[in-house]
């Protein structure tokens, strides 16, 4: 007997999955049909092969991050994607433009002032706002991209799926 799981479920993205379940059980949003469908495949899979829901849910999947190191790159990029937007009042510069003027300003934080803050549990009160997405995105643990290809890549990324990952942006605020 063959059952597909949910992480045979083309680019569905199994942090999204979670956290649209999370929003379903806590808040009373409605659950999508695909979610439901997703839960209702992996919950048979686990069944049937006798594997664990997380390995059937695509959570635990061998090569694969894990779930709370994909959501920390949501975090990320997404303070990334803000920061970038905090350097100019102009909504005419393109986000090429704001990412070359990013990338020097990431270097200078990274390189001279994360370390006398990085224990604190928030940035001062008097820092502009770029800034604190800097420390927001630096609290991640995870490296930034210090080049400005690298930057726009990710503030692409992030912007692109700032509408579509309501699930997974809920599941990242519990990190």
């Known amino acids: 007997m063959h059952t597909t799981s949910y992480a045979g479920h083309g680019n569905a993205d199994s942090a999204e999955l979670v956290g649209n379940m999370l929003a379903h059980l806590t808040a009373g949003a409605p659950l999508d049909p695909d979610t439901a469908r997703a839960w209702a495949d992996g919950i048979v899979a686990s069944v049937r092969r006798g594997e664990s829901l997380d390995t059937s849910l695509g959570l635990s999947a061998s090569g694969r991050r894990t779930l709370?190191?994909?959501?920390?790159?949501?975090?990320?990029?997404?303070?990334?994607?803000?920061?970038?937007?905090?350097?100019?009042?102009?909504?005419?510069?393109?986000?090429?433009?704001?990412?070359?003027?990013?990338?020097?300003?990431?270097?200078?934080?990274?390189?001279?002032?994360?370390?006398?803050?990085?224990?604190?549990?928030?940035?001062?009160?008097?820092?502009?706002?770029?800034?604190?997405?800097?420390?927001r995105a630096m609290q991640t643990d995870l490296a930034l991209p210090r080049s400005p290809r690298g930057v726009y890549d990710v503030v692409q990324r992030a912007q692109a799926c700032s509408t579509r990952r309501s699930g997974a942006r809920l599941l990242s605020h519990y990190l």
């Open 68 to 135: 709370q190191t994909r959501l920390l790159h949501l975090r990320r990029d997404d303070h990334l994607k803000e920061a970038a937007a905090a350097l100019s009042l102009d909504p005419a510069l393109s986000t090429w433009s704001r990412c070359l003027r990013l990338v020097p300003l990431i270097r200078t934080f990274v390189d001279r002032e994360w370390r006398a803050v990085r224990m604190e549990a928030d940035p001062p009160d008097d820092w502009p706002v770029w800034k604190v997405h800097l420390f």
